[in-house]
């Protein structure tokens, strides 16, 4: 193969890496070294089953990839063994399950990533982790919106038992009388 060739084979890789980061809410770096075949097959099927494309790229061709989509900050965690994970839909999802997998696996070691265009360190991964899903959030919304007007009609309702007994006791004092 020329060498032509070859430049422009790893061009296009350049741009399809580059177009992965533009694309998506979040990426997270995992080190993945010392991952059994096995667990490595676990942490993939997981990320899979979420939505979440897992990537072992080459470190050079991703440093000109990140650069290119605007992230350089990453550069620097671009050395030693480096597996990305793209989420398209949940930017929490890639954070959840690598970050549950590290903690079962000491082995995987989460490096940094970009979630909605920022990028943040392992720390700020592993704070995004500890939210609580997409669905949850979504039912907590929906019960904080709910809340004011259960309240309201729960205290409407108070009114009209409270008239109904008041009602009631005089219906029984004439009876009474």
């Known amino acids: 193969m020329s060498s032509k060739a070859v430049l422009d084979r790893k061009k296009k890789q350049v741009d399809e890496i580059s177009d992965k ?3 998506a809410v979040a990426a997270v770096l995992a080190d993945y070294r010392g991952l059994t075949v096995a667990e490595a097959t676990q942490l993939r099927k997981e990320l899979r089953e979420a939505g979440v494309e897992y990537r072992v790229l080459k470190n050079t061709l991703t440093r ?3 650069d290119k989509a605007g992230y350089s900050g990453l550069k620097q965690d671009l050395v030693g063994p480096t597996a990305i994970a ?3 839909e949940d930017p929490v999802a ?3 399950i ?3 997998f590290a903690r079962e696996y000491k082995k995987l070691v989460i ?15 592993a704070a995004l982790a ?3 899903g997409r669905e949850v959030l979504l039912a907590q919304a929906l019960a904080g919106i709910r ?6 009609v729960n205290v409407l309702q108070a009114n009209l038992r409270n008239f109904a007994y008041v009602i009631n006791a005089i219906r029984e004092q004439k009876e009474q009388a």
């Open 111 to 125: 490096k940094s990533g970009v979630v909605e265009g920022k990028i943040i360190d392992s720390a700020g991964i």
């Open 21 to 23: 980061f533009s694309r």
């Open 147 to 152: 809340a004011p007007i259960s309240g309201f």
């Open 98 to 100: 690598l970050s549950k």
């Open 64 to 66: 000109f990839a990140v």
């Open 130 to 132: 500890e939210l609580p």
């Open 86 to 88: 793209f989420s398209y």
């Open 94 to 96: 890639p954070a959840k």
